[in-house]
Antibody, heavy 116, light 111 residues
Framework: EVQLVESGGDLVQPGGSLRLSCEAS????????MSWVRQTPGGGLEWVAH????????YYVDSVRGRFTISRDNAKNSLYLHMTSLRGEDTALFYC?????????WGRGTLVTVSS | DVVMTQSPPSLSVTLGQPASISCRSS???????????LQWFQQRPGQSPRRLIY???NRVSGVPDRFSGSGSGTEFTLRISRVEAEDVAVYFC?????????FGQGTKLEI
């Protein structure tokens, strides 16, 4: 059974930092692309960041580039998102996604709330 | 960046009747390799999204055949031939041809 379990979401003040983690199982993690996608309180989905199998190709949406860092540890079947300089508009449910063609897997999400 | 525009924002359908959702991209989603990376996701209330369709029209394993995708270039459609109660959800299109990847705004299907 495929599982993606996100953790690390919390209430944080503007300007603060958080590190999200995602533990994967049930599919070939080290051969899969991985992404973070967030869902805003209004319900829209926004793709945030993407990393290829060995971490050599990384992409970010413009609104987080320079503030967020995606990384992975294939030995631990884990994906990370280090978030700094957090803003109110970063408040969202953050999902971890796995891509192993033609399959696509989603976690249940971890909630990040940025507020003073 | 590519802009994905879905319509309508919401849709009320009678059980057993068809439903159609449109997704338009601001530029052609046909990749230089000939593939078109347009997919459709369903998000039921309280659940994570799940992919229904990839590559315009390929149904994910386990997805009922009442769901179908079509289109090309910049115009795409998700059709449900006969809506069932379990289809109540928000539907999103997503392009993964270009970076950054992005989603349409979503279409809420109600019965």
């Amino acid at each position: 059974e495929v599982q993606l379990v996100e953790s690390g979401g919390d209430l944080v003040q503007p300007g603060g930092s958080l590190r999200l983690s995602c533990e994967a199982s049930g599919f070939p993690f080290s051969r899969s692309w991985m992404s973070w996608v967030r869902q805003t309180p209004g319900g829209g989905l926004e793709w945030v960041a993407h990393i290829n199998e060995d971490g050599s190709d990384i992409y970010y949406v413009d609104s987080v580039r320079g503030r967020f860092t995606i990384s992975r540890d294939n030995a631990k079947n884990s994906l990370y998102l280090h978030m700094t300089s957090l803003r109110g508009e970063d408040t969202a449910l953050f999902y971890c996604l796995g891509w192993f063609s033609p399959d696509n897997y989603w976690g249940r999400g971890t909630l990040v709330t940025v507020s003073s | 960046d590519v802009v994905m525009t879905q319509s309508p924002p919401s849709l009320s359908v009678t059980l057993g009747q068809p439903a159609s959702i449109s997704c338009r991209s601001s530029q052609s989603l046909r990749h230089s390799n000939g593939n078109t990376y347009l997919q459709w996701f369903q998000q039921r209330p309280g659940q994570s999204p799940r992919r229904l369709i990839y590559g315009i029209s390929n149904r994910v394993s386990g997805v009922p055949d009442r769901f179908s995708g079509s289109g090309s270039g910049t115009e795409f459609t998700l059709r449900i031939s006969r809506v069932e109660a379990e289809d109540v959800a928000v539907y999103f299109c997503m392009q993964t041809t270009y970076w950054p990847h992005n989603f349409g705004q979503g279409t809420k299907l109600e019965i």
